[in-house]
């Protein structure tokens, strides 16, 4: 898993045609020119300017493009979602970080404290 940033991720997903064309490319592998048909049904807006926001989210991440002859063909990357469903669960669960530390701090106390019943002298009996 390559590591995306979220921050980029996120930002690009601040505009509204940005977001349809990620829906749009979630459903599969999409040409460029269905992605623009796609956008152009819900919103006037022109070849280019779709263009432009597939960028934005190439560069965010979020799309992978390959060509396949005159084609460039866009899929939405696993990772980016990835780093955007991560840094959205840390502001659900904050501390979610700190669980393994936390865990491991327990384990070593625990040891420390069979270590010290272990090397205690048998009390004796009455």
């Keep these: 898993m390559s590591a995306v940033p979220a921050e980029p991720v996120l930002e690009a997903l601040g505009d509204p045609v940005r977001r349809l064309l990620v829906r749009l490319a979630a459903a599969g592998e999409q040409p460029a020119g269905a992605l623009v048909e796609g956008v ?4 006037t807006i022109s070849q280019p300017s779709v263009s432009q926001h597939l960028r934005v989210l190439r560069d965010a991440g979020l799309l992978t493009v390959r060509a396949e002859g005159t084609r460039r063909l866009y899929a939405l990357d696993p990772d980016a979602v990835d780093a955007a ?4 669960t840390a502001l659900v669960d904050p501390l979610a970080p700190l669980a393994n530390p936390l865990d491991a701090l327990e384990t070593e106390l625990a040891r420390g404290r069979r ?8 009390a004796a009996s009455a």
Aim: no cysteine.
């Design 40 to 43: 152009q049904r819900v919103q």
């Design 85 to 88: 469903r991560a840094w959205l």
């Design 115 to 122: 270590e010290r019943r272990a090397a205690e002298p048998p």
